[in-house]
């Protein structure tokens, strides 16, 4: 014959029910076979760790006043004025500027079309700033920026390649003349509007 198998939370919920210690006085309280020592101990050790749960749990709540403890924004305060900020922004850009120029001056040189590493992207950045608050300070920038900024470009890109000789115009020859003619039409009414206006 079969012994019965009963189910683990059956066995939980006696267990709890009776109170029983390693097998203690669970005996009288449960109508079936016992569980196995196993099982008991398990059960015990499950029990323990719930009632060290339940009396943390109110031993915080004293600690708290009773209720549950709600966490609370810290009170935010009101902005500093930034001037602080910005007078210690230029001394670091200063004494960062007096240490790296030259290592900045020299890795400019040699620098490809990306930058991958960190320090030479804020050697980069420091070196643009620089140039770019000596542009801004410079008096003809400030009397008319693009102006200056096209003289600028001027000066510096080199000049445009010579253009080749016009293309001869490709097509029948009949194309070709009335291309003409509608350039000398062009031109005539471009001289009858230079005397007109003159």
């Known amino acids: 014959m079969v012994k019965r198998k009963v189910g683990g939370a059956q066995r939980y919920r006696r267990a709890a029910a009776g109170g029983e210690g390693e097998g203690g006085g669970a005996e009288a309280a449960q109508p079936g ?12 050790r499950k029990v323990k760790f719930l009632e060290r749960v339940a009396a943390s749990k109110k031993a915080a709540l004293a600690a708290t006043g009773g209720g549950v403890a709600k966490k609370r924004k810290a009170k935010s305060k009101p902005l500093p004025t930034l001037d602080s900020l910005a007078g210690a922004l230029s001394a670091v850009e ?3 500027s007096d240490s ?3 290592k900045a001056k020299q890795s400019d040189k040699g620098r490809g079309s990306s930058v991958k590493r960190l320090k030479a992207r804020r ?3 420091l ?3 620089q140039r770019l ?3 801004m300070e410079h008096p003809s920038f400030k009397a008319d920026p693009l102006a200056a900024i096209s003289h600028h470009l001027q000066a510096t890109l080199p000049p445009p390649p010579p253009t080749a000789a016009a293309p001869k115009p490709q097509g029948s020859k ?4 009335a291309g003409k003619q509608r350039q000398r039409l062009r031109q005539e009414r471009q001289q009858q509007h230079m005397q007109t206006d003159g």
């Open 33 to 44: 076979p016992l569980p196995p020592q196993h099982v008991q101990r398990k059960v015990n």
């Open 94 to 96: 200063a004494a960062v």
């Open 100 to 102: 790296k120029a030259s």
């Open 123 to 125: 050697a980069i950045a």
């Open 127 to 129: 070196t643009e700033t």
């Open 133 to 135: 608050q000596a542009v």
């Open 174 to 177: 009949q194309a070709r003349k």
